[in-house]
């Protein structure tokens, strides 16, 4: 059977199940999540949204409704369902990750590496954490500490292109261009777009 009639299938069976028990809190969720998958986001949110009415401690939905306010643009929405996450379930990794990401976007950076430091404490292996506490340090002054967590995060994941992307500005930083360059191409070989102005500059220094 093809990965798309599987789906397709997918959604018929979620669909019963919500005609079935429109109540069905997870069944809201899951449709909601394929949803988002066909990028029909606003679809999506009003499943999600759903969920909550029938179980209002559905943690994850909070997190994909936040994912859904930061795509449009809304931090100060993302922020709150995010936290709101974390009250359920304070054990939680995924909502301090996009509560970090929202802080580094206003350039908070001491909460946004608090609540970097608290998602990778509760999962230890969520390396996109790692790799932003790594941009938070970088952005913060300490290059060593972004080069640290960097390095650790591309030993257990070797193609994380945006950790490569913080080891290239850092060795920049240190004026180190050799790293700088072989850490920017690797960047981009894993699919990470470096901005044109960090070329420009590694270029002077060919």
Do not use: W
Request: hydrophobic share 35%.
């Amino acid at each position: 059977m093809s990965e798309n009639k599987e789906l397709e299938e997918y959604i018929i069976e979620l669909k019963k199940k919500i005609i079935q028990d429109p109540e069905d809190s997870l069944a809201h969720y899951n449709y909601g999540s394929v949803l988002i998958g066909k990028g029909k986001y606003d679809e999506a949110e009003t499943e999600f949204k759903m969920a909550l009415q029938n179980n209002p401690e559905l943690a994850e939905a909070y997190v994909q409704l936040g994912g859904l306010a930061m795509r449009r643009g809304d931090l100060v929405t993302c922020l709150s369902y995010n936290q709101r996450a974390t009250e359920i379930r304070p054990r939680f990794s995924v909502p301090y990750g996009n509560i970090g990401f929202v802080h580094l976007q206003r350039s908070e950076l001491d909460e946004a590496i608090k609540a970097f430091r608290r998602a990778i404490k509760l999962d230890p292996h969520f390396i996109q954490a790692k790799s932003s506490l790594g941009g938070a340090y970088l952005m913060q002054g300490d290059i060593q500490g972004c080069i640290d967590e960097c390095l650790e995060v591309i030993d257990k994941e070797p193609t994380f292109a945006p950790a490569y992307n913080n080891l290239t500005l850092a060795y920049l930083e240190l004026g180190d261009f050799e790293l700088a360059k072989k850490y920017c191409n690797l960047a981009e070989e894993y699919g990470y777009e470096i901005p044109e102005e960090i070329h420009e500059e590694l270029k002077n220094y060919s």
